[in-house]
């Protein structure tokens, strides 16, 4: 899963982004090169299956997270949020030079409408420009091409309404119509998690803002620095958590992914799939082989894993073979079944 931290300028992007990643990039800075970091999501379940039988590795589920640089120009960044599962936005709470562009206060509710609108901009571009190839690639072909006419159609709809600032989420649409347009990456249609980056001072009353998590970015990079043993105590003194492992879980619920879990001889391992993934495409997320060549897949349940206290005795008694287009089950522990 893919995970952009973004916002506008002065939000702390870089900071929320090496607090998260544990990276020591550095802040203020206009690169143009963005960082990417391969970030693991802790499951207690995982290491409970591993303590069964403690194979050599026991590998957690990841999300890729990526810092998109302040010098980078907007059509380029966009570009690149529209290849994103989920939009992390920074809002700025922390005080400071000049909170945003042509705002002196803080104000994260005017920041997260005012980035909202340049998503809303750059999407009504973008369909305004297909839109624009549509009607030339029509006169150039005869009008039975109808899959061109649906999509002019579709999109002649909802250009209006995006321009009175409805949300696309909200409007109804055939199935194929709903999948033609998350087709585009439209990043209004693009699942967002705030985070409220706030400041040391705010530590004993922090701020609130609709659903975000409140980071304290400045401070929890300068934490995380300290030695281990130090880090709790400077934790438990401001009477802050560390907001990683909130941002990680709240990603994953905001993504609706469920996580199953593969076992062998050499590993224990954690996957994630969107919800109502099939049996058979689970497969292809270990191995294209597995996909292709798929038969079956033994699946037993954690929380049976848990009740009987032996993966092995699990299997035994609680476990069951399901078919290509069974529905994988957050906690699912899987062996896939297949024809090389």
Same mark, same amino acid.
């Given at each position: ?43 207690? /379940? !995982?290491? =409970?299956?591993?303590?069964?039988? &403690?194979?050599?590795?026991?590998? %957690?589920? $990841?999300? @890729? ?64 420009? /297909? !839109?624009? =190839?549509?009607?030339?690639?029509? &006169?150039?072909?005869?009008?039975? %091409?109808? $899959?061109? @006419? ?191």
């Amino acid at each position: 899963m893919k995970l952009a931290v973004t916002g506008l300028p002065r939000s702390g992007k870089t900071t929320v982004f090496n607090i998260l990643t544990g990276r020591s990039e550095e802040v203020g800075t206009y690169a143009t090169k963005t960082t990417v970091a391969l970030v693991p999501v802790p499951d207690s /379940r !995982l290491d =409970r299956i591993w303590e069964d039988y &403690k194979p050599p590795k026991r590998v %957690h589920p $990841t999300l @890729l997270v990526h810092d998109l640089p302040p010098g980078m120009k907007e059509t380029e960044s966009f570009a690149l949020l529209r290849e994103m599962d989920l939009l992390l936005i920074v809002l700025r709470a922390f005080e400071g030079e000049t909170a945003s562009p042509g705002r002196p206060e803080l104000d994260p509710a005017a920041d997260a409408a005012e980035f909202q609108t340049r998503l809303a901009l750059a999407d009504m571009q973008l369909v305004e420009k /297909r !839109l624009e =190839r549509l009607e030339k690639q029509l &006169k150039r072909h005869s009008p039975e %091409h109808e $899959t061109e @006419l649906k999509e002019q159609e579709l999109l002649r709809r909802l250009l209006p309404l995006m321009e009175e600032g409805h949300q696309l989420s909200d409007f109804e649409m055939a199935s194929e119509e709903e999948k033609l347009v998350r087709n585009y990456g439209l990043l209004t249609l693009k699942p967002v998690l705030y985070v409220l980056n706030a400041g040391e001072e705010q530590a004993q009353s922090p701020p609130q803002y609709d659903d975000a998590v409140v980071a304290f970015g400045k401070l929890e990079m300068e934490i995380c620095e300290l030695p281990g043993d130090e880090q709790q105590t400077y934790l438990s003194e401001y009477c802050i958590s560390k907001c990683a492992p909130e941002v990680k879980s709240r990603s994953y619920k905001t993504l609706n992914v469920v996580t199953f879990f593969t076992t062998g001889d050499d590993e224990v391992r954690g996957w994630t799939v969107v919800a109502g993934t099939t049996a058979r495409e689970a497969a292809g997320k270990i191995h294209s082989d597995m996909q292709k060549g798929f038969i079956k897949a033994q699946v037993v349940s954690y929380e049976k894993f848990v009740e009987i206290g032996s993966l092995k005795e699990a299997r035994a008694s609680a476990g069951r073979l399901e078919g290509k287009d069974y529905l994988l089950q957050d906690g699912d522990i899987v062996t896939i079944r297949f024809s090389p």
